[in-house]
């Protein structure tokens, strides 16, 4: 329940120099402490009395945390305490991932952003996290700090369910790294909030498109999905239906009914499962046909 008296609780600040310290203090005290960056989720929900810890632990100044750089050949790195603002002005990111700034700059307000980041947004596993489907369209890897040393995950096996990952006791995720998009791709976010800014997801919708010759149709689509599931996914039966056959606004219009099929959503305070349904067919299907406006010339 909402606590009626918010404020934040008593709990002990801790401030590890390493990675190897951050982890082992996470691992000794798990269930009681957790890694924080923005502290945009975790304040609020300690204010509200929905998340209880004694200790939070800052990891924003460690090792490979807050650093954002583009290799040609690996990708886009983005370290866990880099900020969405920062993310948004990076030219890399400007040039190369310019869908990832839409995604970016549809979250809450300028002034939240200079504190949120997309590794917050994404161990949060919230499924309305807005940053979550680019990240999943472009086949994010986390890299991971744990008791056992480094491991890489990729995004699309990270959620079990909502706010739950398959992050373990004393894990820290230090980056996330976006493989280099495919040749000739473009790609949209298109959001369905109750309000322009400010407002979770009722429905977020990720498309990116590229030409391909590994399918029938010649391009390959990638859709994810938010705020329609227990966890943000992709669409793989809906991108099928444009891998295989050849792209026309009726073959668009199959893949958005295929991408509403796939969904379970829910009812809450936002909108009704019924509405995110239609919605959901209805922004795929507008996504898909921007995409390919660009695409098809
Ligand atoms: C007013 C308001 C509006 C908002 N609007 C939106 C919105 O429009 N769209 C949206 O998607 N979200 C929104 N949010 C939610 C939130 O701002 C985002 O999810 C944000 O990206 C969280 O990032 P953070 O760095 O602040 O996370 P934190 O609060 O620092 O952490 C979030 C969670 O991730 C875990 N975590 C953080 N860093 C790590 C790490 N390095 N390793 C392992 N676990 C880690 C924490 O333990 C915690 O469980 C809003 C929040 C507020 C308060």
Known sequence: MINPHPGLPELEYIKPTSLEEASKFLAAHAG?????????DCFVRLRDGVLKLNYLVDVKNLDGTKEISFDPKKGL????????????????????YSNLVEAVNSVASYQ???????????????PAGDTIGTCLALDGVLNIHGMSGSKQIP????????GKTVLQPGDIVVSITLPVPPQGFFGVYKKLGRNVISDLSIVGVTVLG????????GYKFRIALASVAPVPFVASKAE??????????????????????????????????????????????????????????
């Open 32 to 40: 009681e402490a957790r890694p924080f960056s923005g502290g945009t």
């Open 210 to 217: 590229y030409p391909s010759k590994e399918t029938a149709s």
């Open 155 to 162: 995004l699309n096996s990270f959620f079990i369910a909502p």
């Open 112 to 126: 939240l952003r200079n504190r949120a980041t997309i590794i917050g947004n994404i161990c949060n596993a919230s």
């Open 77 to 96: 790195t983005i370290g866990a305490a880099v900020t969405m603002n920062r993310v948004a002005v990076n030219p890399d990111v400007i040039k190369h």
């Open 240 to 297: 099928a239906v444009l891998a295989e056959k050849k792209i026309t606004p009726d073959v668009i219009k199959e893949a958005a009914q295929a991408a509403m099929d796939s969904i379970t959503p829910i009812d809450d305070v936002r909108g009704s499962a019924r509405y995110r349904k239609y919605m959901v067919r209805n922004l795929t299907r507008e996504a898909l046909t921007e995409v390919w406006s660009k695409l098809g010339k």
